[in-house]
C-alpha cells in the first residue's frame, strides 16, 4: 500500500505538523505572550532560545540575506513542514510579522528543499500563491 500511496496511486491521510512558527519567540515572548524581555529570568531566557531554534523573533529585523541564511541554517536541522508568523498570536493589535517580500524569502526556501510552507493564521502569502494549496491548517489565534 505504501509503494501505491507514494505513487499516487491511492490516496492517504495527510497530516502536516510544524516545529516552531517561524519569526514567533517561544513560549516567555512578545509575540507568544506579550512578556517583555527585561522581565525574563535567565531560565525564561534560555528557554526561548533553545525553542526558537535561531528563527525566533529577530528575524522580523532582518534583511533579505540575512533571513535567507538564518532559514537556511533552520532548515539544515530537517524540519518537514514550515510555519511562519504571517501576524501575530494575541487579538490586539494585529501585527504583520514580515513584510511581502521577508514572506517571499521565507517560501522561497522552504521550497527550494521540498518543503510546504504555511503562514498563521491561516491566508494566502503576500508574495502571491498560496503556500500550500489545498490544504487545511489550524490556527492557534486565541479570539
Same mark, same amino acid.
Given at each position: *500500500?505504501?509503494?501505491?500511496?507514494?505513487?499516487?496511486?491511492?490516496?492517504?491521510?495527510?497530516?502536516?505538523?510544524? %516545529? /516552531?512558527?517561524?519569526?514567533?519567540?517561544?513560549?516567555?515572548?512578545? &509575540?507568544?505572550?506579550? *512578556?517583555?524581555?527585561?522581565?525574563? &529570568?535567565?531560565?525564561?531566557?534560555?528557554? /526561548? %532560545?533553545?525553542?526558537?531554534?535561531?528563527?525566533?523573533?529577530?528575524?522580523?529585523?532582518?534583511?533579505?540575506?540575512?533571513?535567507?541564511?538564518?532559514?537556511?541554517?533552520?532548515? %539544515? /536541522?530537517?524540519?518537514?513542514?514550515?510555519?511562519?508568523?504571517? $501576524?501575530?498570536?494575541?487579538?490586539?493589535?494585529?501585527?504583520?510579522?514580515? $513584510?511581502?517580500?521577508?514572506?517571499?524569502?521565507?517560501?522561497?526556501?522552504?521550497?527550494?528543499?521540498?518543503?510546504? $510552507?504555511?503562514? &498563521?493564521?491561516?491566508?494566502? &502569502?503576500?508574495?502571491?500563491?498560496?503556500?500550500?494549496?489545498?490544504?487545511?491548517?489550524?490556527?492557534?489565534?486565541?479570539?
Amino acid at each position: *500500500m505504501c509503494e501505491r500511496i507514494e505513487r499516487g496511486d491511492a490516496i492517504d491521510a495527510q497530516m502536516f505538523v510544524a %516545529d /516552531n512558527i517561524i519569526g514567533w519567540g517561544e513560549p516567555f515572548s512578545t &509575540t507568544f505572550s506579550l *512578556m517583555a524581555e527585561e522581565e525574563l &529570568t535567565p531560565f525564561q531566557e534560555q528557554w /526561548n %532560545d533553545l525553542v526558537a531554534q535561531g528563527v525566533g523573533e529577530e528575524l522580523a529585523d532582518m534583511g533579505t540575506e540575512a533571513l535567507r541564511a538564518a532559514m537556511g541554517a533552520y532548515l %539544515d /536541522n530537517g524540519p518537514d513542514f514550515i510555519k511562519y508568523g504571517g $501576524s501575530a498570536h494575541f487579538r490586539q493589535p494585529v501585527l504583520i510579522g514580515f $513584510s511581502p517580500g521577508a514572506q517571499c524569502v521565507i517560501v522561497e526556501e522552504a521550497h527550494k528543499r521540498g518543503k510546504k $510552507s504555511k503562514p &498563521t493564521p491561516p491566508a494566502r &502569502t503576500l508574495c502571491g500563491s498560496p503556500s500550500m494549496p489545498g490544504s487545511t491548517s489550524f490556527s492557534t489565534r486565541r479570539s
